[in-house]
Every structure is written in structure tokens, then in C-alpha cells.
DNA sequence: TGCCAGGAAGTCC
DNA sequence: GGACTTCATGGC
């Protein structure tokens, strides 16, 4: 991986196991539009990010150079091995290989904690183009303007502080249903610390996955989201319907209980789960697997 | 129309 | 403590 400084943009050349369109659509991030093939308008960190990959080079239109150092590549974990990861999951069973192989640019993206513990509240009995409406009306209403592209304006994800002054039926005027409440719980009690991103991550996973239920409406998957995309927990192995039907199909000859699915990711895959979830999980989704 | 969606809380026994 | 129901909303 090479980062240059080009005429209009930051290139980085040699980029391996990484592929825009799959880290983005993947279904771990929510604000994102598809300008063409392999070209994106990201919104994250309180700013708008126009990229594009062709081949192994990626291409930051509007960015610089400290910008894509210090926020874009942590953002995109393109710090990281991808190499020894899928090499080590490929050794611990021959079937997650066909997933790694149909899916091998995945990257688990570093979003923000608050950010993704509003969005997978949300997420709970939704599909994803209605969770990425919802996030994006809350944007708009609460967040701030950070730019404007193709005549359409972009506004940050709001922070705990703004978002705690919205009521439930604000939320419900947002769309979110019977999640409205969630989402006062949630903003309440990070704003009054009870919920605190630095304690969370100086917890160990277990401590942190019981912590974070404290919050109504976040149980085991929604807890385990949180903490792999916005607490960089790797351990974390959410189980949602997609998970439950590729894990039946891949590792058991019999219907089984989630709980039992739990254990056995977390025995079989330790401190990789969260890439082996992300894996399956868009291979599941993706080919409609039963 | 009925069924389902990156589920969790409430209620029943 | 497990199974069943309910909770808004929208896409198919």
C-alpha cells in the first residue's frame, strides 16, 4: 500500500483485500450513495467523502493527505492484515472458504460509536434501505450541514447532545415506529454518562456486551453490532435471521438455538468472529441463502 | 393481501 | 425459564 498526493486527489496504490463497493454494501454502513461503478459520496466523521477504486488504487477526490492518513484509512481498516485473517479462518474449517472468496474485500469499517448505536436501534426488524432513510432523516433534522453534492445537501450524524433533545414522537415523525422510545433511552443515558464510550472500551467483551443493555431495545444482536462496528470489539458475532440460516446450513445438520450458535462461534472463531460474521453474513444475504 | 425485515420486550404458563 | 405475541413501517 502506497498513499501518493496526485494533482486533483490522494491516491493509494497496491491496496489488497479491499473492495469499495463490497466494504460499503456489505450492510455494516448506512450512509453512503453510489455515484457509478466503484464510486461512492461516503458520509461519516462529520464530513462527505467522494472515492472511487479502479483496480487496486483507490482514489480520495475531495480529502488530503493528513485527512486520508489520519481518518479515511483508520475508517476503512486498511491498516490492518486482511491476509493473515482470512488465512487463519481458512484453516480453521473448509467451508467458510466459498464466503471469503465471493466476498474477499470486505473490510470492517471503524464507524462511531454513537452513530452506530443509534443505527442498529434501529435496525431491529427493518430491512436495510428503510434503516438508511430513517438514519438519513435524522441527519438532516438534527445533524449539521457539512456540505453539498449534485445539488443534494449532506448533513453529519447528530451528536448525543443535539439528538437527546428530540422527543419520541420527533422519532416517530422520523419513521422509526415503535423504536421511538429506544432512541430517547439511548440518548438519555449516554448524555447522562450512564452509557460512556470510554468505559466501554476499556471493558472486556462480555462486560461491555451486558453493559450496552442496559439501553431498551438493544439485546445480544444488536449489543453485538455495536461493539464490532462501533467499538472495534473483532470478537463480537452478531446472529440475525441471515446468520441463523447460513450458520444451519454451513455448520449443523439440524435446526438449533441461537444460544447454541453463539457458543459455538465463539469457541470456533475467538477473537475472529466478527470477520467470519461479516463474511457469511453478506454471502448469506447476498445469494438469499434458503 | 400476507409475509418478512441485520429483534427485543412483554406476557403467558 | 422457555414459547408465543406484539411492536411500526414499508417493500415485495
Known amino acids: 500500500m502506497r498513499i501518493i498526493a496526485d494533482k486533483t486527489c490522494i491516491v493509494i496504490e497496491e491496496i489488497e483485500h479491499f473492495d469499495l463497493k463490497q466494504t460499503l454494501e456489505c450492510g455494516q454502513c448506512f450512509r453512503y450513495e453510489c455515484i457509478s461503478d466503484n464510486e461512492y459520496l461516503v458520509i461519516a466523521k462529520n464530513r462527505t467523502l467522494h472515492i472511487k477504486q479502479e483496480d487496486n488504487i483507490l482514489?480520495?477526490?475531495?480529502?488530503?493527505m493528513e485527512e486520508v492518513q489520519s481518518i479515511w484509512c483508520p475508517y476503512f481498516d486498511l491498516n490492518r492484515?486482511?491476509?493473515?485473517?482470512?488465512?487463519?479462518?481458512?484453516?480453521?474449517?473448509?467451508?467458510?472458504?466459498?464466503?471469503i472468496e465471493q466476498k474477499s474485500g470486505v473490510r470492517i469499517l471503524n464507524q462511531e460509536f454513537f452513530e452506530m448505536l443509534i443505527t442498529f436501534i434501529i435496525s431491529q426488524n427493518k430491512q436495510i434501505p428503510h434503516i438508511m432513510q430513517i438514519v438519513e432523516r435524522i441527519s438532516e433534522r438534527f445533524g449539521e450541514y457539512i456540505g453539498e453534492w449534485n445539488g443534494k445537501k449532506y448533513y453529519s450524524f447528530p451528536t448525543p447532545e443535539v439528538l437527546?433533545?428530540?422527543?419520541?414522537?420527533?422519532?416517530?415523525?422520523?419513521?422509526?415506529?415503535?423504536?421511538?422510545?429506544?432512541?430517547?433511552?439511548?440518548?438519555k443515558k449516554v448524555v447522562s454518562q450512564e452509557l460512556c464510550e470510554n468505559e466501554l472500551r476499556q471493558m472486556n467483551y462480555g462486560e461491555a456486551l451486558e453493559k450496552i443493555q442496559i439501553v431498551k431495545?438493544?439485546?445480544?444482536?444488536?449489543?453485538?453490532?455495536?461493539?464490532?462496528f462501533g467499538l472495534g470489539r473483532r470478537e463480537a458475532f452478531p446472529i440475525d435471521v441471515w446468520m441463523i440460516r447460513i450458520l444451519?446450513?454451513?455448520y449443523f445438520?439440524?435446526?438449533v438455538k441461537k444460544d447454541e450458535m453463539q457458543a459455538f462461534a465463539k469457541e470456533h472463531f475467538?477473537?475472529?468472529?466478527?470477520?467470519?460474521?461479516q463474511y457469511l453474513f453478506y454471502y448469506a444475504r447476498d445469494n438469499r441463502v434458503k
Not at 482514489?59 to 488530503?64: E, G, I, K, W
Not at 492484515?81 to 464466503?99: H, S, V
Open 59 to 64: 482514489f480520495f477526490y475531495n480529502s488530503t
Open 81 to 99: 492484515d486482511y491476509g493473515t485473517i482470512k488465512k487463519w479462518l481458512n484453516e480453521r474449517d473448509n467451508l467458510i472458504g466459498e464466503a
Open 164 to 187: 437527546s433533545k428530540a422527543t419520541e414522537q420527533d422519532f416517530l415523525d422520523m419513521k422509526a415506529g415503535f423504536r421511538a422510545k429506544y432512541l430517547v433511552d439511548a440518548c
Open 217 to 228: 431495545g438493544i439485546g445480544e444482536k444488536v449489543g453485538n453490532c455495536i461493539l464490532l
Open 248 to 250: 444451519e446450513r454451513l
Open 253 to 255: 445438520d439440524e435446526p
Open 270 to 277: 475467538g477473537e475472529y468472529g466478527g470477520y467470519a460474521q
